[in-house]
């Protein structure tokens, strides 16, 4: 036995996504013909060319240190930038002790939930969700409760409210989703952070509200996201410039507390220690200069939308049941058997890579992840409709 018995069970069933993406990696070397692969969110779409510049004269900069460690938390100049950002955003008093630097999305959301969970601790969250929340949360010996949506994946507010107990400890969401798309109003948000605050008097303790925000800055038809810190004080974002920069591959991201937080100040210091000893240490030196200056800054998002476009005018013509998303990019039509594996395998068969909605713990759903170029949308649009005749 060369591994734990635990990450053997968990690896057994650790992710739809990466096993679409081996499949598909298989049948791109079969020689027969192309593969249409929707299975990662991994943008096609290349860099902005000012942050290409920006990167090449960082890179051939001589000043002394640059490659050193800084301050765990990041270079306080970056982090005062970025919290004159959320601050011009929000009209909330962020300074650089709000911001932590982070490894991407996913190490700011382990370094917040270990800073926030003890053992048994409850993490809430919707379905349809990031299948790595599962792993975050019991990275750290939380227990992740998952909550039913509307047929628009809007959260049933009901259910969150009598899901919360005194155990909750976290609220983890996820806007503008994946899986979805879906983007949360600010009134959703105002809604759920009336419930939490008052839970949070219930429980006499409070409920941190957790959101993942790595697609941020991809809206289609508004200027920016609503923001959770509007709708409540003890809130915590995390984002990172993976998606909207097409970054992934280079790992940076942040983490914003809120100034109103109860214990902002308590948690800046946890974080910027768990961030440490998760052996992240500090986000990578020359990406942290690099995105400083580089807030609010998005690949085109024409890019995206013109696939959104096609994609959801022709499956609704082929008469699949679709919501039109209003961000990311990803879609999450039905699965017109209502068995999605096995829908999944048709489309396969056809050569089309799409991910189960099983994966995201949605059976009978989906998810088409198209940042991919045109000639793959338009390529694999045959398939979609020829598997609705099959
Ligand atoms: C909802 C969500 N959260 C977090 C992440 C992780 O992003 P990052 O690459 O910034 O770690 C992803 C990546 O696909 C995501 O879709």
């Known amino acids: 036995m060369g591994c734990s018995r635990k990450i053997e069970d968990l690896m057994a069933h650790s992710s739809w996504i990466r096993k679409m993406?081996?499949?598909?990696?298989?049948?791109?070397?079969?020689?027969?013909?192309?593969?249409?692969?929707?299975?990662?969110?991994?943008?096609e779409i290349e860099p902005p060319e000012a942050l290409k510049q920006r990167l090449a004269e960082l890179a051939a900069s001589d000043t002394p240190g640059m490659h050193r460690?800084?301050?765990?938390a990041g270079y306080e100049f970056v982090r005062r930038s970025i919290a004159d950002y959320l601050k011009e955003e929000t009209g909330l008093s962020f300074t650089a002790e709000s911001v932590i630097m982070s490894?991407?999305?996913?190490?700011?959301?382990?370094?917040?939930l270990k800073a926030l969970l003890d053992p048994g601790d409850k993490v809430v969250c919707f379905r349809p969700y990031f299948v790595e929340y599962e792993f975050y949360v019991?990275?750290?010996?939380?227990?992740?409760?998952?909550?039913?949506?509307?047929?628009?994946?809007?959260?049933?507010?009901?259910?969150?409210?009598?899901a919360i107990d005194e155990k909750t400890r976290v609220v983890l969401t996820n806007s503008p989703n994946n899986p979805t798309g879906v983007v949360y109003e600010q009134e959703l948000l105002d809604e759920i952070g009336g419930i939490l605050k008052k839970k949070s008097k219930d429980n006499a303790s409070p409920v941190y509200w957790l959101s993942d925000e790595p697609y941020r800055n991809l809206i289609y038809d508004a200027d920016r996201a609503p923001s959770i810190f509007k709708a409540y004080d003890s809130s915590i974002m995390v984002t990172s410039h993976s998606k909207d920069l097409a970054l992934p591959g280079e790992r940076i991201g942040y983490i914003g507390i809120s100034p109103n937080a109860e214990d902002s100040g308590k948690l800046f210091d946890a974080m910027t220690f768990t961030n440490r000893i998760l052996g992240f240490v500090n986000a990578p030196a020359l990406l942290q200069r690099l995105v400083a200056p580089l807030q609010g800054?998005?690949?085109?998002?024409?890019?995206?939308?013109?696939?959104?476009?096609?994609?959801?005018?022709?499956?609704?013509?082929?008469?699949?049941?679709?919501?039109?998303?209003?961000?990311?990019f990803y879609m999450f039509p039905k699965a017109p058997s209502g068995d999605d594996i096995e829908f999944v395998k048709k489309l396969q068969q056809r050569r089309v890579l799409v991910v189960p909605g099983t994966g995201f713990g949605a059976p009978g759903y989906f998810r088409i992840s198209y940042c991919v170029n045109d000639d793959v949308v338009k390529?694999?649009?045959?398939?979609?409709?020829?598997v609705l005749e099959d």
Do not use: C
């Open 21 to 43: 993406f081996e499949e598909g990696a298989n049948m791109k070397t079969d020689g027969r013909g192309p593969v249409y692969d929707f299975s990662l969110g991994n943008p």
């Open 138 to 162: 019991d990275n750290h010996g939380g227990k992740l409760v998952k909550l039913p949506t509307d047929d628009s994946f809007l959260p049933d507010l009901d259910a969150f409210e009598q």
């Open 379 to 386: 390529g694999a649009l045959p398939a979609f409709r020829q």
């Open 297 to 328: 800054m998005t690949v085109d998002l024409g890019w995206y939308k013109r696939k959104r476009d096609l994609l959801y005018k022709e499956l609704i013509r082929y008469g699949y049941e679709v919501n039109k998303p209003d961000g990311a």
């Open 69 to 72: 460690y800084m301050p765990n």
């Open 103 to 112: 490894v991407g999305a996913g190490g700011g959301l382990n370094a917040a």
